[in-house]
């Protein structure tokens, strides 16, 4: 496990590009963090880090956003889904096979299907206006 403290959106962000040299195809980031906490940031940090090309933002009404770079980026937001049909009409399994990177967005909501020893959870709490606190623990890199 890793822990870490973010003053700023930057901050969260350089943490996240850090993370991303220690991806690998496939791997999945189950985000968990209250509504304003910095997932969405701490992803434009992976997206960077993995040289993906375009922008990145929350993919909240699209439900999956595919960032092409280096390593595949997918970002999910799971907020809306609250059954195993929601998440089959998502095409979540299908991208588990892409070769990609997922990072999902409200995680809790699928947590029945995501096998905890190959995941690796993001936990972000705001512990002040600007100020995170970031633990990153399991996939056996962390």
């Known amino acids: 496990m890793q822990q870490f403290h973010s003053a700023s959106v930057q901050e969260t962000e350089a943490i996240a590009k850090a ?14 963090g209250d509504l304003g906490a910095g997932k969405t940031a ?4 992976l ?4 040289g993906c090309r375009g922008e990145a933002a929350s993919p909240t009404f699209d439900i999956v956003h595919e ?16 059954t195993f049909d929601d998440l089959y009409s998502t095409g979540f399994f299908d991208y588990m096979d892409q070769g990609g ?5 409200w995680s809790e909501n699928i947590e029945g299907v995501l ?16 100020t995170r606190s970031i633990r990153i623990d399991g996939g056996g890199k962390f």
């Open 115 to 130: 096998e905890e020893e190959q995941t690796i959870f993001i936990d972000i709490e705001k512990t002040g206006e600007t």
């Open 101 to 105: 990177i997922l990072a999902i967005e």
């Open 19 to 32: 993370v991303a040299s220690k991806l690998s195809p496939g791997d999945i980031l189950a985000f968990r």
């Open 47 to 50: 997206f960077e880090g993995l």
């Open 67 to 82: 960032y092409p770079g280096r390593i595949p980026l997918y970002h999910f937001d799971m907020y809306r889904v609250h």
């Open 42 to 45: 701490f992803v434009r940090g």
